[in-house]
């Protein structure tokens, strides 16, 4: 019997080490330093800075790399319109879209939020690699 319990621990800690990177639809948003409640500190405590986004810890770990199609973000923050999927909820057409999760993607400026924000559509499918991932997301 207690070789069996070491084989379930063993196989949890393999199963959290080999984590692997997933393909997600999201509805992605932006937000900027002082926008509202927000303010320059993450809910992790670190500052917030380009580069930077807001997920539901629960789906996706703090410090993942949220890939997008411009470029990559760290997972850093969170706020209850993210968790609750609000957006998501609000304008999504499909079942798909209905049950996407909610990125929120830090800017400076409202000027700059705004202007990605309508260059880009409300759903993506966003890469996400989790922080113990062994991917090198320098390569193209």
Not at 65 to 70: E, G, H, I, N, R
Request: glycine residues 6%.
């Amino acid at each position: 019997m207690k070789l069996f319990y070491t084989v379930i621990f063993l196989l949890s800690l393999a199963s959290a080490a080999f984590a692997r990177e997933e393909s997600v639809l999201a509805r992605v948003t932006s937000y900027w330093a002082n926008e509202g409640t927000s303010g320059e500190y993450a809910s992790t405590g670190g500052r917030l800075r380009p580069g930077h986004c807001a997920v539901d810890p629960n789906r996706i770990p703090y410090g993942s790399k949220v890939v997008f199609a411009d470029g990559v973000c760290t997972a850093v923050d969170t706020g209850p319109a993210v968790v609750n999927r609000k957006a998501a909820r609000l304008c999504g057409r499909t079942a798909s879209q209905l049950k996407a999760i909610v990125v929120d993607r830090f800017f400076e400026t409202k000027l700059e939020a705004m202007a990605w924000t309508n260059a880009h559509s409300e759903f993506m499918t966003l890469q996400i690699v989790p922080p113990r991932s062994r991917r090198d997301l320098s390569e193209p």
